[in-house]
């Protein structure tokens, strides 16, 4: 699939599938357990999308062959239906993006970007090139439009606005003690002087 349309493989596989035969060949996968004659079934050409939802069903199913208890294939059985629904809904999606495509292009057709942009510039420039008509029987107009970026540099203000970290306080300021209080020797002679005041009061020699 390209960046506007479906490729040619995709419409082909798109329209050989009837919605509603797809419908019950799911209902019988559910039943074998297996996805049987759904794999016949030209769905893996269908997109991304459908080849997604396709490998989550069967991958949904070789989980409930090999569950044993009856609890936990219950569990499986609800996923089983959920991914078929998943699938029939993807490849009604894909069904109606056809049929828009077809009835669209007969009038205004967009050609899918030839030259992707090599490297990122600061100025960026990318042309989208098309055809277009009033009616089926008018002769195609060509037309193209160049759009064009230029990068504007923004500032992270969340990362502005966030406070500087401050320095982890310690053990002691934690408890609301002095930051830093130097070791003094005047401790000493103030406890000896208290020693001797303790001994003249007391009367002792």
Same mark, same amino acid.
């Given at each position: ?77 609800? @996923? ?5 629904? !998943?699938? +029939?809904? =993807?490849?009604?999606?894909?069904? &109606?993006?056809?049929? #828009?495509?077809?009835?669209? @292009? ?5 050609? !899918?970007? +030839?030259? =992707?942009?090599?490297?990122?510039? &600061?100025?960026?420039? #990318? ?10 029987? !008018? ?67």
């Amino acid at each position: 699939m390209g960046l506007m349309n479906l490729s040619d493989r995709e419409k082909q596989a798109i329209g050989a599938i009837d919605s509603g035969a797809l419908h019950d060949l799911v209902d019988q996968a559910i039943r074998s357990e297996q996805l049987g004659k759904l794999s016949n079934l030209p769905l893996y050409n269908c997109g991304e999308y459908v080849a997604t939802k396709l490998r989550y069903f069967d991958q949904a199913l070789a989980a409930y062959r090999i569950a044993k208890s009856a609890k936990k294939r219950e569990g499986i059985l609800h @996923s089983i239906r959920k991914a078929g629904s !998943d699938l +029939t809904f =993807a490849f009604g999606q894909m069904k &109606q993006r056809l049929e #828009v495509e077809e009835r669209e @292009s007969q009038l205004f057709f967009i050609y !899918d970007p +030839t030259i =992707a942009p090599f490297r990122l510039t &600061q100025d960026m420039q #990318v042309r989208v090139s098309y055809k277009w008509r009033r009616t089926i029987e !008018d002769e195609w107009t060509s037309g193209s439009i160049i759009f064009k970026h230029k990068v504007q540099p923004r500032f992270d203000y969340h990362t502005i606005a966030q406070p500087k970290s401050k320095r982890k306080p310690s053990a002691r300021e934690a408890c609301g003690g002095p930051r830093d209080r130097p070791a003094t020797r005047m401790g000493a002679p103030r406890a000896a002087g208290s020693l001797v005041s303790a001994r003249l009061f007391s009367g002792g020699s």
